[in-house]
């Protein structure tokens, strides 16, 4: 099962993009995965390709008109459609590595980019649409955040990146942030690489990673620690 991302628009040279370069560009080249960005003005109703009106009771701006993205949604997933519909938008549910990596593992996604002032209402429960948001910022579109989002999904597909662990091992996947990486050469401006990391002492190292990994997260992303159980620094079940 390919990995496939319908994209609705008003931008769609926007895309690929930087996904198609590095990892996400070999494999869309591979055919790990498959992009399609779809113009919403080809599913006006009127001569002039309109997308979006004055928003109803007044205010700046305008609102994509949902008579409109209905008829874009409609055209790239038919009602029996598995991948999930998503509208990228700040007031949207937080996007999480469980969610990317759940996201990963299924059939692709259908995502709605808006623009303006947002969609109309009543289009997000028309169509069942997944609000998502990438961080607590106001973008000009939701262009950018659907190439965010997209990254990470890419990334953990099959045969995308080199070895399978590097997926695991790295920042939120088990509610920590990554701890610090070394490299050559072993004296840089004086810091030498922590003798831990070069004692061949796998144990050593595992445990080290994960003392760092509790560290960083507590100093800079406390939230995620209410997850994380006080005694052994293990992920503890949700109520």
Not at 116 to 132: C, M, Q, S, T
Not at 163 to 174: D, L, Q, R, V
Request: hydrophobic share 40%; with cysteine.
């Amino acid at each position: 099962m390919t990995f496939r991302a319908s994209i609705l628009t008003l931008y769609p040279e926007m895309f690929p993009g930087p996904l198609g370069h590095a990892l996400a560009g070999r494999a869309l080249e591979k055919g790990l995965w498959a992009l399609e960005a779809v113009q919403i003005r080809d599913h006006a109703l009127d001569k002039h390709r309109s997308v979006d009106d004055t928003p109803a009771g007044g205010g700046p701006g305008m609102v994509m008109r949902a008579d409109v993205l209905a008829r874009a949604i409609d055209a790239v997933s038919p009602p029996d459609d598995p991948r999930p519909r998503l509208l990228m938008t700040p007031r949207g549910a937080p996007l999480t590595q469980a969610r990317v990596r759940a996201l990963s593992e299924g059939p692709g996604a259908v995502i709605l980019c808006g623009r303006f002032e947002g969609v109309d209402e009543r289009i997000v429960a028309a169509r069942d649409l997944e609000e998502i948001c990438v961080g607590d910022v106001v973008l000009s579109g939701g262009e950018a955040a659907a190439l965010l989002l997209l990254d990470a999904c890419v990334r953990l597909i099959p045969g995308v990146m080199g070895k399978a662990e590097s997926g695991t091992e790295e920042s939120f996947s088990a509610g920590l942030l990554e701890y610090p990486q070394y490299t050559r050469p072993q004296l840089f401006e004086g810091e030498p690489i922590p003798d831990v990391l070069t004692s061949g002492d796998h144990a050593r190292v595992a445990r080290w990673r994960h003392g760092e990994s509790l560290a960083v997260t507590r100093a800079r992303r406390p939230d995620l620690l209410s997850g994380i159980s006080p005694h052994d620094g293990t992920m503890k079940e949700r109520e």
